[in-house]
């Protein structure tokens, strides 16, 4: 049993093969991979920053005798 693995383009959700012929993998076009890297470029992709308050930061331990 062979299956071979697919999985979905990031931008359009076109089916793309998992195999080493599929060089823009996981996405289905350079236009798609380029679409993506535009959108990077141009900062619509974001890590949320969680900021912490001083209060809660926990004082490091005295060092050991």
């Known amino acids: 049993?062979?299956?071979q693995r697919t999985v979905a383009c990031?931008?359009?959700?076109a089916s793309v093969p998992w195999t080493p012929e599929s060089k823009f993998r996981p996405f289905c076009s350079e236009r798609c991979?380029?679409?993506?890297l535009g959108a990077w470029?141009?900062?619509s992709y974001r890590i949320p920053a969680v900021e912490?308050?001083?209060?809660?930061?926990?004082?490091?331990m005295p060092p050991e005798k």
């Open 33 to 36: 991979k380029t679409i993506d």
């Open 10 to 13: 990031p931008t359009c959700g």
């Open 1 to 3: 049993m062979n299956a």
């Open 52 to 60: 912490h308050d001083e209060d809660d930061e926990v004082p490091p």
């Open 41 to 43: 470029a141009n900062e």
